[in-house]
């Protein structure tokens, strides 16, 4: 068992473990990436490769453990095995963040693997605050929320998300994940200033960005983490170290994951941001 | 409507594509650059996308062998007929044997049901916890002093009417593909760990069955008299190099 790597507060920046790039890492090369993310779905029940290479990294690597199917706006009842299975694996791994999404993933008899999106109106923020209490109480810590990217929102929304997020935070004690390239794809999509979005959030509870590439489809943006990061994405993280400047911040690749070196130019540039905004 | 009978509905609507779209276009809104419809049809195409590529990364073997219009095909029958029921993506196609029994390309390919099968054994004994053998001294050592031996845990045993093993490395050698290949022939295979790389070992039918003898604990002399008619004494010693060197015993 390796000792817990804590963020170096000289290097903020992560990118998320996909396995194109396991070979890569275990020859332990300079990196000039800080941290790593995992979906934590991909490594808490396998006992094969994944696994060793996970308690390998743990020990050079500090590890952010990030989930897709806690399913945390489901009226359903929460999948116990489930959750007892993920508490053991942050037991044994000892993330410094554990976070999922603000959304609802399928029912546990049709998971759809998709983050759909819940009306932002009381009657669900009185469910998710019950459904987070209680994850929480389950888990034996505090979780990170990521806002969503949706493709559609409700007629049923009473406040916007950013209302929603802001007063969930506050009345839960849970954190936020928050993903700069979903704030940008919404805001284009449904037609909102990101700015707004950004000036309602406390910066205090964000545990975490997230920052990726979006892709164009017809005439609306889609959150396929596919691309390098678009000026108006960064020009958002710029707001945000004017609000705060060391709050770890992920660069994530999921479609033709590129060689790790490509994940690497995009952390550079970050890195390049933060050291302007810190000086 | 309330969110919990919504979710229901939406689900449905996603997953089997029902008619009910229309009622759920109506609680959502319209934007400038995404109708309500085709703000559904972007989770439709999202899920069918998510489920099939989830299909392609167990079956790599499979999608070579059919192509990806009839790979895609297959995928698109499976995914509404089995739902996913795992947290992990990485689970689902656990019942694609099953339904190939069903399925028109299951008759038209009669391999395709044995290398499905191969490809979920395969998934399986990747995700499995490398059980690593004993070193060659001890087992002699445990062969001299006749303790019962076993084979580790991390290893299958596995029997098909096509030659499957041929088939599944097509994929990774296209250039064997443009010739016609003989595959209608038993094939008897063992598949196991080493340094967490899955591998495989193919086997005379008789050689197969004397491995299988020790699967249980069985003491060398033991094995001996029982394996005498399966495997000649040449046999039987390049067996014993071949789970040495790969520390396949225990003791």
Known sequence: MSV????????????????????????????????????SENYFRTKGKPRLVLENLRSQFPISCHGVSLSIASYEEFDLKYLHDLKMFYDEIDPFLISDHLCFTGKKLNNLHNLLPFAYNHENLHHLKNRIDQVQSILGRQLAFENLSAYFDYNSSSMTEWEFISELTKSTDCHLLLDLNNVFVNSHNHQFSPIDFLSMIDFNRVKEIHMAGYSIRENFYFDSHSNPLYPEVIALYESVLSKKKNIPVLFEWDENIPPFEVLEAQIIKLKTIWSKAID | MNQKDFNDILIEVISNRSATMDL???????????????????????????????????????????????????????????????????????????????????????????????????????????????????????????KPIYLVNSLCFLQYDFLISKLYFLKDNNSDYQNPIEYENKEFIIMYKKNEIVLIKTFSQNQWQFLKIITAPTSFSKLIQEGETLVTKNELQDIFHFLNINSLLKY
């Open chain 2, 24 to 146: 759920i276009a109506s609680y959502i809104k319209n934007s400038p650059h995404l109708t309500a419809l085709r703000a559904i049809e972007v989770y439709q195409e999202d899920y069918q996308a998510r489920l099939t590529e989830a299909l392609k990364n167990t079956y790599r073997a499979s999608y070579f062998l059919l192509g990806d219009r009839e790979f895609k095909h297959l995928a698109k029958d499976y995914i509404s007929s089995y739902p996913s029921q795992s947290s992990d993506l990485d689970d689902y196609g656990f019942d694609m044997e099953l339904f190939l029994k069903s399925h028109q390309l299951g008759k038209e390919y009669p391999f395709l049901s044995s290398m499905i099968h191969f490809e979920w054994t395969f998934r399986n004994i990747f995700h499995k916890k490398w059980d690593i053998g004993l070193a060659g001294s001890e087992i002699e050592k445990a062969i001299m002093d006749d």
């Open chain 1, 4 to 39: 817990k790597q804590l963020i170096n507060p000289a290097n903020i920046f992560g990118v998320g473990l996909r396995s194109p790039h396991y070979s890569y890492l275990e020859q332990s090369p300079k990196t000039e990436v800080g941290w790593l993310e995992i979906i």
